[in-house]
């Protein structure tokens, strides 16, 4: 019998109308187009608005795609995975509500928090799933609704972060197509650089952290920088090197999209030029759980059956890490 591997064969996407640019965020921190685009290469990024939408919102439009794309039935879903850190109720999972939203009745569902490396870590679950012939049909999807979580007086955060999200349906191949390698990390030690502090079991949410705006994401950016330039870069190199890829034999190096000058150093460590760069940083900005997902959406007319794809990504927690994956469809 031929080996089993966990395949992406359809991806969707989708990102609210409204757009922020960095000229409106001017008018609310002190920052600067100028500034903002030299330091991050984010222009603009996309803002969910309108009462009672939630992260599901997207994600269930982003689903929908994946099921027009693929004229699959919902009821053949088996699992769906929200990764997400912002879901839209503390306890019951995203990934149930959106299950019956989009009419996968026979799905069980879950969401899956690492932070800005859920997607990437999900990637690892569902291919999991698939490789030991449990399911046949997973699917994974990265939305944030980073707006509910930001601080609009803080430029270290609100000049970053944008919504949207993105779906890829996983299904067993026999050609040798999908994923092929994973290498994920994580270290503890990173949790006080890129958090929430509050509204957890540690500080449940009371008038004091309220008032001191403790449940917004707080981070320090230059802590967070570095470790993500040298993380990620190492995974992506130790991913074609243990795999013996050269540089020649990558088509496309798909990074988390946290600043541009992170995508770079990492790019360049492998060698890889930018047209082989998967790049939208400053049409969204970070989407944390969507940035990966939202570049293969975007880039899925580009994409041949056979391509080697090299992820990679870096989160708080820290969490980070890389996954190699051959393409399996021309679109
Ligand atoms: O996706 C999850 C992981 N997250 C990341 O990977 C994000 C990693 N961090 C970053 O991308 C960058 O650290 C930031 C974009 C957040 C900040 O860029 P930076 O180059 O590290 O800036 P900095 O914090 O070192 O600040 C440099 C200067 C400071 O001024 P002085 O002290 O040099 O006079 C800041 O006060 O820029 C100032 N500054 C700003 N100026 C205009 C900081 N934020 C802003 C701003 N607009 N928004």
Sequence with gaps: MKKITAAITAV???VPEYILTNKELEKLVDTNDEWITSRTGIKERRILKGENKGTSFMAIKAAEEVLRKSNINPEEIDL???????????????????????GATSAFGYDLQAACSSF??????????????????????????????????????????????????????TEGLGL???Y???????????????????????????????HFIHQEGKTVFKHAVSNMADVSEKMLTRNNLTKEDVQWLVPHQANKRIIEATANRVGLESEK?????????????????LLLADYEDQLKKGDNLIFAAFGGGFTWGSIYLKWAYNS
């Design 277 to 293: 760069v998967m790049m939208n940083i400053h049409r969204y900005g970070n989407t944390t759980s969507a940035t990966l997902p």
């Design 80 to 102: 769906i995975i929200v990764a997400t850190a912002t879901p839209d109720l503390m306890v019951a999972s995203t990934a149930v509500f959106v299950a019956t939203q989009i």
């Design 12 to 14: 969707g996407k989708y």
């Design 180 to 182: 092929q390698d994973e």
């Design 120 to 173: 990437l870590y999900g990637m690892s679950t569902a291919a999991s799933y698939i490789e030991s012939g449990r399911y046949k049909k997973v699917l994974l999807i990265g939305a944030d609704k980073m707006s509910s979580i930001i601080d609009y007086t803080d430029r270290a955060t609100c000049i970053i972060f944008g919504d949207g999200a993105g779906a890829a349906l996983f299904e067993p191949d």
């Design 184 to 214: 994920l990390r994580s270290d503890g030690a990173g949790r006080e650089f890129l958090k929430i502090a509050a509204g957890g079991s540690i500080l449940p949410a009371s008038e004091e952290t309220l008032k001191n705006g403790q």
